[in-house]
């Protein structure tokens, strides 16, 4: 298969803390997580052929970034802002292909570090949100 179109994808928020799930209304456009590892160098005078040599360090759940057509009365993006006012995590999940046999879910926890909004006078209104990720996010097999 060449590719997996990506329409349909979801993001989703704790709305109560106890794992009661409610879509984002309006997601154009969804990117992450952005998973990294930190690389130690530990080059020594002896290390062979002058190579710099390295050992794994410790991993980063990266983030999440969204991109809305923003709607200012739409409940769910002023939850966002609730979200960026709170000082605790929260629970958040993407759901790759809802609905099919194929859906895959990334669960985790995070808490917004970004909220950007744009009112270009020729076209619609746009909210951008960056969530950074706490821990290790998972992706499990839903459908």
């Known amino acids: 298969m060449a590719g997996i179109d990506a329409f ?3 993001f989703l928020r704790d709305s ?3 794992g009661s799930f409610v879509a984002i ?3 154009s456009d969804i990117s992450g997580p952005e998973r990294s590892r930190e690389a130690i160098e530990v ?3 002896d290390s062979p052929d002058k190579y710099r040599e390295f050992i794994k360090g410790l991993k980063d759940g990266g983030e999440v970034t969204l991109t809305l057509n923003y709607d200012p009365a739409s409940a769910t993006h002023s939850a966002l802002d609730a979200d960026f006012e709170e000082d605790t995590l929260r629970d958040y999940q ?3 292909l809802p609905g099919d046999s194929d859906e895959h879910t990334w669960d985790f926890a995070g808490l917004i570090t970004g909220l ?3 009112f270009p006078t020729d076209d619609k209104m746009e909210r ?3 969530f950074k990720i706490s821990g290790k996010p998972t992706l499990t097999p839903t459908g």
């Open 8 to 10: 349909g994808t979801q």
């Open 16 to 18: 109560t803390g106890s």
């Open 25 to 27: 209304a309006n997601v």
């Open 43 to 45: 080059t020594a005078h």
């Open 94 to 96: 993407v759901v790759l």
């Open 116 to 118: 950007s909004d744009a």
């Open 128 to 130: 951008e949100a960056t």
